[in-house]
């Protein structure tokens, strides 16, 4: 589900003679881009990789799938797939069935911008001027971790994916699907319009 908060906090007081000082806090937080698990390969064979959704099976040594490099005593490949499954309530949600497309979502991302403006005389008693300080992010500036937007990288129709399996073929002798599996896709930083970084800008308005 997708999930938006906005907060702000603003203070004012004229320190000299009705001029006034304002200093406001703007907080956004929303939940990150939705995003599919998909096998890494073709694995329906339409000659298109990473577009074709990952089933997960009932439970672990229930068969559904062979996973290839397991044996009737060593289970490991199917122990990493499970811990990862485990991991991931939008995996561990859809066991036994194909995981639904879009069904998984990026990190929750927050945002901090804050302004400092401070009004000042005009050339006239009935003019005013301000000037304002904006810091775009501010959180970021502060430490590189925060204020970042995280999601996954954008396959053409596939959308954004993520993948930790692929589809080896069908076991001849059972029918069933054959999984290699590999460490998930990491989430890349977006910075698209200098987004997850810090700004400034200094902005000076005249009135009368």
Do not use: C
């Amino acid at each position: 589900m997708k999930n938006r908060f906005n907060a702000s906090l603003a203070w004012e007081k004229a320190f000299y003679k009705g001029y006034k000082t304002r200093i406001g806090f703007f907080y956004e937080g929303r939940t990150g881009k939705p995003y599919s698990w998909t096998f890494a390969n073709d694995a329906n064979g339409d000659g298109i990789f990473g577009n074709d959704l990952l089933y997960i099976p009932k439970a672990f040594g229930s068969g559904d799938v062979i996973f290839l490099g397991d044996t009737a005593t060593n289970h490991s490949t199917e122990q990493r797939f499970w811990d990862i499954v485990g991991a991931n309530s939008s995996l561990s949600d859809n066991t036994g069935k194909v995981v639904e497309r879009n069904s998984a979502f990026s990190p929750w991302t927050n945002n901090i911008d804050f302004r400092f403006a401070q009004e000042l005389p005009g050339f006239s008693p009935k003019h005013k001027s301000v000037i304002a300080l904006d810091i775009l992010n501010i959180g970021n500036l502060l430490n590189k971790k925060w204020g970042r937007i995280d999601e996954m990288a954008f396959q053409g129709q596939g959308g954004q994916i993520r993948t930790f399996v692929n589809f080896v073929g069908i076991d001849p002798a059972t029918g069933k699907y054959i999984y290699s599996v590999r460490n998930p896709d990491d989430f890349t930083t977006r910075q698209a319009r200098g987004e997850s970084q810090w700004a400034m800008q200094v902005t000076l308005r005249y009135e009368f």
